[in-house]
């Protein structure tokens, strides 16, 4: 199975500043990934596929890069309502699996 | 509109049984592989099962396989996730997924096992 292994686990941060989140592969998944925003209580909410396509209607201050094992989800100006807990998935071989998540939250 | 709705979630004995059901609307079903995933309380996401648009090819996550069964038909545009021998770990909300690439997903259903 391929690993996902994503960082940080949880960052604090204020309205305002830029975050960067990592997913690192175990082996090379071409561009098969996608970010996941979920808020408590709510189903995830696709934010980007193929690695570096922004989903329609999600905000232009997100944007995702990488391919083969390394890949970034940025946040360019946090917005109180980007507080939330974001996940990347690799849709490469099955069976799929996610990152283990990281929970933003306001300092 | 892209819809899909999960339903069949509830409180069942460890070894017990569940069908949940997922339908589908505002999209071809037919033409789209579709997925569960899963989500234990306060943990991260686990893919669970997918089926191919052909309603025989199906692959599952080693946590469940040989215990669940996906189906799908495509008559009635409904997915299914028969879960057989459920354990305390498989205590989770249910979130049925449309596409390869999990682009739309349900609001869940929780499948509670305990005693």
């Known amino acids: 199975d391929i690993q996902m292994t994503q960082s940080p686990s949880s960052l604090s941060a204020s309205v305002g500043d830029r975050v960067t989140i990592t997913c690192r592969a175990s082996?090379?998944?071409?561009?098969?990934l996608g970010w996941y925003q979920q808020k408590p209580g709510k189903a995830p909410k696709r934010l980007i596929y193929?690695?570096?396509s922004l989903e329609s209607g999600v905000p232009s201050r997100f944007s995702g890069s990488g391919s083969g094992t390394e890949f970034t989800l940025t946040i360019s100006s946090l917005q109180p309502e980007d507080f939330a807990t974001y996940y990347c998935?690799?849709?490469?071989?099955?069976?799929?699996?996610f990152g283990q998540g990281t929970k933003l939250e306001i300092k | 509109e892209v819809q899909v709705l999960e339903s069949g979630g509830g409180l069942v004995q460890p070894g017990g049984s569940l069908r949940l059901s997922c339908a589908a609307s505002?999209?071809?079903?037919?033409?789209?592989?579709m997925s569960w995933v899963r989500q234990a309380p306060g943990k991260g996401l686990e893919w669970v099962s997918v089926?191919?648009?052909?309603?025989?090819?199906?692959y599952y996550a080693g946590s469940v396989k040989g215990r669940f069964t996906v189906s799908r038909d495509n008559s009635k545009n409904t997915l299914y996730l028969q879960m057989n021998s459920l354990r305390a770990e498989d205590t989770a909300v249910y979130y049925c997924?449309?596409?390869?690439?999990?682009?739309?997903w349900g609001q869940g259903t929780l499948v509670t096992v305990s005693s």
């Open positions: 997924t449309k596409g390869g690439w999990l682009d739309s």
């Open positions: 505002g999209f071809t079903f037919s033409s789209y592989v």
């Open positions: 089926i191919r648009d052909g309603p025989t090819t199906a």
């Open positions: 082996q090379g998944i071409r561009n098969d």
């Open positions: 193929a690695a570096s």
């Open positions: 998935l690799q849709h490469s071989t099955y069976p799929y699996t």
